[in-house]
């Protein structure tokens, strides 16, 4: 069976530097075997590649795009208190942000695009409880965020 890391690989990607925070919070806390990413954008070399509403400037199948990205983030924030990809046990928690046009409501589909990557790369231990919820608008006007919980050894 293949390492987390060599998954990873296998679907051309690479761990990101962790996102250093917009505000005054830090991007990951490790408490015990617990570790609480916050909300992670899609930022890519320090960028977002899409700004808007989806359902209005951003397709559905971007922003699942961009989910996918912010999931990267996170995993790169957890691996970085956790000792690597290797040592998470579980993904326990994900909660998806999907800033929305007003008549927009497939945000479990944008989250996916999340939830996808992990299991892609963490196989089981990617499941998770999730919750995907709609909202006027999120930081520097990106079309999702994403924030997970995860046990680790």
Known sequence: MSTPEERLAELGLTLPQVVPPL??????????NYVYTSGQLPMVDGKLGV????????????????????ALNALAAVASVAGG?????RVVKV????????????QPGVI???????????GEAGR???SA?????????????????AEVG
């Open 95 to 106: 909660v998806g942000f999907v800033a929305s046009a007003p008549d927009f409501t497939g």
């Open 23 to 32: 505000a005054a919070y830090v991007p990951v806390v490790r408490t015990g």
């Open 112 to 122: 996916n695009g999340a939830s996808e990557l992990l299991g892609e790369v963490l």
């Open 85 to 89: 990809l290797s040592n998470i046990v």
């Open 128 to 130: 998770h409880a999730r």
């Open 51 to 70: 700004t808007g509403k989806v359902g209005a400037e951003v397709d559905p199948e971007v922003a699942k795009e961009q989910a996918r990205i912010c």
């Open 133 to 149: 919820v709609g909202v006027a608008v999120l930081p520097l006007d990106a079309p999702v965020e994403v924030e997970l919980i």
